[in-house]
């Protein structure tokens, strides 16, 4: 195992101890033992700068499952360090933060450390992870991490429900997912991302292109709150605001943008591809941005902002793939947008991470994230107003901060699309920059929310549960941190140009990125139209702000019932509800019920399988001749197996079906199969003693004469169902020699082998002998359970006696 491998894994491995720590060092927040492993770790990832900056790759495999292709091969290139920055980076503050958010006497702060650890642990596997099926192993393991951080308060309905929303609709994300790269694994034969890229060109003219990418961008829409896959973020912010400043803030909710990142290169040429992708980021935009100024918890204005920068960075990485078809074209102005894309990504975590903490900060020393009972907070908690203006400045996109250089490079790249001439861009492309434009104005209306309305007018101590005042300072660092970053980050645009922003790029789009492209942000072009588009979100944002109560309504105008919030909840329930009667009419109780259910299906599945794939053949050319006796015997079955349907007592039929076993053995002896004769002999004898002994217990059967024709009827015709089937399977498998036998193989290495002149023993015991163990496991586990429950039977019979 490498280093790389430890660094990964290390966050698992430190779960383990977690407990131990808590439990030896109570006196100590637990919090301040695991800060170490994410700063170490940032520590590591950085190491990689100078690499991934030459365009250079550092890979790291380990065997997994060599025989099915999958190893565990890590790579880091320039989007995968930049994800992996974010992710220890972010998580350093989250942690230090969380060390004076949350209470070592009133919190579980083991299990809070052993959820964040396992998530970010998965987040590394996710980014770093070179083969699909470990990258989605992972995948599926953030979903699992996050819903436990999510209910972390699990007391509380609230924390229940939303982390019940945020697994169901992700995971139902990550089969699809799955679903993908399986597809994709059948086109490239192969698991490797990056093989995957080498053969793209080949790829889209598969018949499995279209399903593989719409199952890919599935999975990556419900991971990143996409439109109509959002409506688990809102719910998501019952977690402690630690957990939503990590999880939405740079990891999880980021998970989705980099997967299609990542696979750009792959599917990137497709025209479906750039549609569904800037289209769907631009609702999401909008739809999110317009939600925003609906709530008045502080968490739900951020949860939906959050929801429209990630529509935002979307629509630029579905933009972005325009560029590939011009790659001819000077300064390709397309390639912009996947540097704004990333650009904006980096952004994002700086000034959403700090607005996070500074509304968990309000919550922390006010009680309440009401904005209708908040105001007037900047006069007692200065340095948190400070933080909060320099965050929500920033996504409002207002200069000199970070948002607003990628904000303008988002605009840019919206006007730039009326000048794109495939795929109907030059027609429906005029929607974008109109839609981009009027998201805007939203985001920067519910950016004054975030701060003004809090920390500007009266203080209504009266309506706060908590006296308030300025949090601790240790409280505070992460979030100025953050909000330095913003400043450093907005006056020095070029500082992560070249060392961060170009090999990222690079990774999205390895085609383009050659000696020629470069990376300059600069923060002033000129009275350019991003600029005059500014100017107006700016000039319409403060309008719309200062008159919010008179139009505020119209954002009202859906019912509730009809929203999709709604449709979850009502297709929770009939989902309950179906699930309900479905189960009560499968599972009565009744034996024969069950039976009816398997045989019926048994006899349905394979019947139309063998009809659906023209399966039944009769090659009559392998029978072996029958004799006489072999005709007797049968004859002797076939008339005991029908004497069974007129016995008029169960002793009867068990007799008569032991007549039936015993011919059968009889058959083996014929068939010169003396060992399975003898097996057949011992079982027959042990089952018709066994049936004798329990059905001498049961209540007297009821006269044949009373059961009704129908019954009688459908038993009849499922009996002849199953034994049709089982006869036209085996005469088909009799008649298809698909492949040599083996028994060839047995008779020359039994000997040899195992040093046994007995194939079928030699079989049972060395051969399958592990099969054959855990048969005698499972025999043995049952027998010491009859035995239990007899010795349970005769005990309580002492005690009544």
């Known amino acids: 195992m490498s280093l790389l491998h430890l660094a990964v894994l290390s966050p698992f491995l430190l779960a383990l101890i977690v407990p131990l720590l808590y439990k030896l060092f109570r006196h100590i927040h637990t919090g301040w033992f695991v800060l170490i492993l994410p700063i170490l770790l940032f520590t590591y990832f950085s190491r990689f700068i100078p690499l991934t900056k030459q365009g250079d790759v550092m890979t790291e495999r380990a065997a997994w499952i060599p025989s099915l292709g999958i190893h565990v091969d890590f790579y880091v290139d320039g989007l995968g360090l930049l994800f992996a920055l974010l992710i ?3 998580g350093s503050l989250v942690v230090l933060y969380s060390v004076f958010y949350l209470s070592k006497e009133k919190e579980r702060l083991n299990q809070f450390y052993v959820f964040l650890l396992l998530f970010m642990g998965a987040m590394l596997g996710v980014v770093l992870s070179d083969n699909l099926i470990v990258l989605y192993t992972f995948w599926e393991f953030t979903s699992l991490s996050s819903f436990l951080l999510i209910g972390y308060w699990n007391e509380r309905e609230r924390s229940r429900y939303g982390a019940q929303k945020s697994l169901l609709i992700t995971v139902l994300g990550g089969l699809s997912l799955l679903g993908g790269i399986i597809l994709l694994s059948i086109m490239g034969n192969t698991f490797s991302i990056r093989e995957l890229i080498a053969q793209s060109g080949q790829l889209m003219d598969h018949s499995l292109f279209t399903p593989a990418l719409l199952l890919v961008l599935l999975g990556a829409f419900t991971k990143s709150a996409q439109f109509p896959f959002h409506i688990w973020l809102p719910d998501a912010m019952e977690a402690p605001t630690p957990v939503s400043a990590y999880l939405h803030s740079a990891t999880m909710v980021k998970a989705g943008i980099y997967i299609v990142a990542r696979l750009s290169p792959v599917f990137a040429e497709s025209g479906l591809w750039l549609w569904l992708v800037s289209i769907t980021g631009l609702i999401t935009l909008f739809w999110g941005s317009c939600s925003a100024i609906k709530q008045t918890d502080l968490k ?11 529509g935002l960075i979307m629509s630029l990485l579905g933009l972005g793939a325009a560029a590939l078809h011009y790659d001819s074209m000077g300064g390709n102005i397309y390639l912009a947008a996947t540097v704004a894309a990333v650009f904006h990504l980096i952004n994002h975590a700086t000034f959403k991470g700090s607005l996070f903490m500074v509304a968990g900060i309000i919550d922390h020393e006010t009680g309440t994230r009401d904005i209708k009972k908040l105001g007037g907070l900047m006069q007692v908690m200065p340095i948190t107003f400070t933080v909060a203006i320099i965050g929500a400045f920033s996504m409002a996109g207002l200069p000199p901060f970070n948002g607003f250089l990628s904000k303008e490079m988002f605009l840019a790249s919206m006007v730039n699309v009326l000048e794109l001439d495939i795929f109907n861009m030059d027609t429906w492309g005029v929607l974008f920059p109109v839609i981009a434009w009027i998201a805007s104005v939203f985001t920067f209306i519910y950016s004054m929310i975030v701060v003004l309305k809090p920390f500007t007018g009266n203080l209504q101590a009266n309506l706060l549960d908590r006296k308030p005042h300025e949090a601790p300072i240790g409280m505070l660092v992460s979030p100025i941190i953050l909000a330095l970053l913003v400043i450093v980050f907005g006056i020095f645009p070029n500082l992560l140009a070249t060392s961060i922003i170009k090999p990222a790029v690079a990774g999205i789009q390895p085609s383009l990125a050659t000696e020629d492209f470069h ?17 107006g979100i700016i000039a319409l944002g403060i309008l719309l702000y200062k008159t919010l109560p008179k139009w505020q309504r119209i954002t009202q105008v859906v019912p509730e019932r009809l929203s999709l919030n709604s449709l979850y909840d009502n297709g929770l329930k ?15 109780g009744s034996l024969r019920t069950y039976l009816l259910s398997i045989f019926l299906f048994f006899i349905l599945s394979l019947g139309f399988t063998i009809y659906w794939k ?8 392998h029978f072996a001749p029958i004799g006489f006796y072999e005709l007797l015997l049968a004859g002797v079955i076939v008339v005991a197996a029908i004497a069974i349907l007129f016995a008029k007592s169960r002793l009867t039929s068990i007799i008569i079906l032991g007549a039936v076993g015993y011919a059968i053995s009889l058959f083996f002896v014929l068939l010169r199969a003396p060992d399975l004769a003898l097996t057949q002999l011992v079982i027959e004898t042990i089952s018709v003693s066994l049936f004798l002994l329990c059905f001498f217990h049961l209540p007297l059967m009821a006269s044949r004469k009373e059961e009704r024709m129908t019954f009688r009827l459908n038993n009849a015709l499922i009996s002849i169902g199953v034994g049709v089937i089982v006869t036209l399977i085996a005469l088909s498998a009799h008649s298809n020699k698909l492949f040599d036998s ?7 290495n039994a000997y040899k082998e195992a040093g046994g002149k007995n194939v079928v023993n030699v079989i049972l015991v060395d051969f399958r002998g592990l099969d054959t163990m855990f048969e005698i496991t499972v025999l043995s586990i049952a027998a010491l359970g009859i035995f239990a429950m007899i010795k349970l039977r005769l005990t309580r019979g002492k005690a009544k006696s």
């Open 614 to 621: 023209d399966a039944f053949t009769l090659d009559t050319g």
């Open 88 to 90: 220890t980076g972010i």
């Open 742 to 748: 083996i028994s060839s193989y047995y008779l020359e």
């Open 574 to 588: 009939g989902l309950e509800r179906s699930s309900s009667s479905v189960m009560k009419l499968l599972m009565t």
């Open 300 to 310: 739900g204005i951020l949860a939906f902002s959050t929801i429209s920068q990630l």
């Open 519 to 535: 990376v300059h942000i600069a923060f002033w072009h000129g009275f350019t139209p991003e600029v005059w588009m500014t100017i």
